[in-house]
């Protein structure tokens, strides 16, 4: 049972378009965050979430949009699409030791 | 502003041979530095951590070297094996505020068999 579940693994999709990744995690964790990784392996953190409240909102265009319908819960919109966007975006939880984090496989998303 | 970089961005190590991983980093507030692995097609995973206020902590073949005078930690992993090539991140957790994990820019470990 796979502690932290991101789904789709794979997104290819046109500029332009609205697509959406999803994250669910069985940890039973408080708080949630999303990563954005590039081509060089950079890792950025994007959103937190803590116990559904926005808690850390990085420089991120308006076109991201996260949302948290429970704990077990991140979600991730972005609309209007574009080639910058490609890159690989983990979802990630921690407990009440913020350090130890815990991350999905990874959505690899192409913008053609 | 903070900064969390490494030296080498690839290191090959022959196996059985002894990894050192090294990372600066800029953030002297920060309170938990800490080493996660990455694994190819994989998210990343952590390793071993190390509060701001020790110089040394031992795990299972891996030993986190902190040295705050000059901003400088280190991975040592003993007996590499081919299991552990990986990209390696050293990170820094803030100790106020929302306690945020900042991530360094990652070295790639090769084990040559």
């Known amino acids: 049972d796979t502690a932290v579940s991101q789904t789709p693994k794979y997104l290819v999709t046109q500029m332009g378009n609205d697509k959406s990744i999803k994250c669910e995690q069985n940890?039973?964790?408080?708080?949630m965050y999303w990563y954005k990784q590039d081509s060089k392996k950079f890792l950025k953190i994007m959103f937190s979430?803590?116990?559904?409240?926005?808690?850390i909102n990085e420089t991120v265009p308006n076109r991201f949009s996260p949302k948290s319908p429970d704990k077990a819960h991140l979600n991730l919109h972005i609309n209007s699409l574009e080639l910058g966007d490609s890159a690989v975006y983990f979802c990630?939880?921690?407990?009440?030791?913020?350090?130890?984090?815990?991350f999905g496989a990874g959505t690899r998303l192409s913008v053609l | 502003g903070e900064s969390v970089g490494l030296h080498l961005p690839t290191l090959s190590v022959q196996e059985g041979d002894n990894s050192i991983i090294n990372c600066a980093y800029s953030?002297?507030?920060?309170?938990?530095f800490i080493w996660y692995k990455q694994e190819s097609g994989k998210g990343p995973q952590f390793i071993i951590d190390?509060?701001?206020?020790?110089d040394k902590r031992q795990g299972q073949r891996v030993t986190v070297l902190l040295n705050k005078t000059v901003k400088h930690l280190s991975l040592q992993i003993a007996a590499t094996q081919p299991g552990d090539s990986a990209v390696y991140f050293c990170?820094?957790?803030?100790?106020?505020?929302?306690?945020?994990?900042?991530f360094g820019t990652g070295t790639k470990l090769q084990v040559i068999p």
């Open positions: 990630a939880t921690s407990g009440r030791a913020k350090n130890i984090q815990y």
């Open positions: 940890l039973g964790h408080d708080t």
């Open positions: 979430y803590n116990n559904k409240e926005l808690i």
């Open positions: 953030n002297s507030a920060s309170d938990y």
């Open positions: 190390i509060r701001s206020n020790m």
């Open positions: 990170a820094e957790k803030n100790s106020g505020g929302y306690q945020k994990v900042t």
